[in-house]
Nanobody, 124 residues
Framework: QVQLVESGGGLVPAGGSLRLSCAAS????????MAWFRQAPGKERDFVAG????????NYADSVKGRFTISRDNAKNTVYLQMNSLQPDDTAVYYC?????????????????WGQGTQVTVSS
């Protein structure tokens, strides 16, 4: 069982930055595919970014390319999402997700493990 705990959300003005963290309990973390999704009120849960076990392969949604960076520290069982140039459209609950086999996939049903989510609010 993989347990995920997100942190780092908050309120930030447009143009600001935040860094989200997701701590995983799984001792085989270094082999897990990790991803961030987000869900705005009344909308579906959308893929934001994903990273493979080694950290050498990443994938981003078009809407965040060049602004967000996903990374991981396998020694700390933690994955990060650095978010720069935030805009009001980035306002959502951000979720960390994990899958233990395969590759980075962009649909939420591919990930069996989820954190509780952290709210990110960007004011205009």
């Amino acid at each position: 069982q993989v347990q995920l705990v997100e942190s780092g959300g908050g309120l930030v003005p447009a143009g600001g930055s935040l860094r989200l963290s997701c701590a995983a309990s799984e001792r085989t973390f270094r082999t897990n595919i990790m991803a961030w999704f987000r869900q705005a009120p009344g909308k579906e849960r959308d893929f934001v970014a994903g990273i493979n076990g080694s950290g050498l392969t990443t994938n981003y949604a078009d809407s965040v390319k060049g602004r967000f960076t996903i990374s991981r520290d396998n020694a700390k069982n933690t994955v990060y999402l650095q978010m720069n140039s935030l805009q009001p459209d980035d306002t959502a609950v951000y979720y960390c997700a994990a899958r233990t086999i395969g590759n980075v996939l962009t649909y939420s049903t591919a990930y069996p493990y989820w954190g509780q989510g952290t709210q990110v609010t960007v004011s205009s």
